[in-house]
Structures are given as structure tokens and as C-alpha cells.
């Protein structure tokens, strides 16, 4: 760790928070997990290779193997999982668990399930093409009032009463 001015940070495991200069309060397990990390404060990596790219992104909790791994300086983003988030470099405020989700760099989406990617900001996604989250129903309503998501990688409107 090259520390100079940051203070209350933790890294274990090999080259953890290497990079650190004035980042605070970060939390780094995992053989890589945040290792390039200077600015950035507040983070959490648990996992080998965890935000291993991140800068200056603050608020960031990447949990699993390559969580976040491209985060350069996204805030404010949840990822937990296997490969969870890891093209994302800018995007923030996005939480997203399972197996090889992704966001796109887009923000402020619940991404959910196997394979799920939000395609535009401010999304809500379950599932993917590839693997299915739950079954969908059609029936007549009447009301204007509906909640736009993606759902097993196709776009539902779910209605709002």
C-alpha cells in the first residue's frame, strides 16, 4: 500500500489497496480488490479482483469474484455475485446481484438474476433471454398507470393500481 494521507482502511490479501494514496475507510479482501484504488473512500471488496480497477469511485460494495472489476469511477454501486458489474466503469447507483449481471455503464438500476443487463438508465430487470426468472401472465386492464421492466430479457409493463 503507498498510503500518504488516507486513513482507517483495511486490505488482505496480496497487492489489496496496493495503489492507495488518499482513500479512506475502504475495505479490501481478496488477492486484488481494489488494488488500484488512490482516491476513492468508502468502498468495500470482498473477492479476488473486486473493484480492482477502481480510482476514485467512492460508496462502492463489490462482493464475489471480478465484482465490479472495470469500476474506474462509479459510485454509489452494489454488485454482488460472480462476474457481477464488471464492464461498468462509470456508471452509479446500481445494484445488482447474481451470476454475470451487467449495467451497461448506465445508472440507477435494480438489475436481478443470471445474465440480467439493464440496456438504459433506470431500469428494473429480472432475468434474462437465456435464463428465466419467473412466468408472465397477460390480461385486460384499463389503467395508464404501469411500471416499465425487463423480464427474462423482454420489456413488460406491470401494472400500477
Given at each position: ?61 463489490g462482493f464475489g ?90 420489456a413488460r409493463k406491470?401494472?400500477?393500481?
Amino acid at each position: 500500500m503507498t498510503l500518504s494521507t488516507g486513513n482507517d482502511n483495511t486490505a488482505v490479501g496480496n497487492s489489496a489497496l496496493r495503489d492507495n494514496t488518499t482513500g479512506q475507510r475502504n475495505t479490501a479482501i481478496g488477492l486484488q480488490s481494489l488494488r488500484n484504488n488512490t482516491t476513492g473512500s468508502y468502498n468495500t471488496a470482498n473477492g479476488y479482483n473486486s473493484l480492482i480497477a477502481n480510482l476514485s469511485g467512492d460508496e462502492n460494495a463489490g462482493f464475489g469474484y471480478f465484482s465490479l472489476a472495470a469500476n474506474t469511477t462509479g459510485i454509489n454501486n452494489t454488485a454482488v455475485g460472480t462476474s457481477c458489474l464488471t464492464a461498468n466503469t462509470s456508471g452509479s447507483n446500481n445494484t445488482s446481484v447474481g451470476y454475470n449481471t451487467s449495467s451497461g455503464n448506465f445508472s440507477g438500476s435494480l438489475i436481478l438474476g443470471r445474465d440480467a443487463t439493464a440496456t438504459a438508465n433506470n431500469q428494473c430487470v429480472f432475468g434474462s433471454a437465456g435464463t428465466v426468472a419467473g412466468t408472465v401472465a397477460a390480461e385486460v386492464n384499463a389503467s395508464a398507470n404501469v411500471w416499465n421492466v425487463i423480464i427474462n430479457g423482454v420489456a413488460r409493463k406491470i401494472l400500477l393500481a
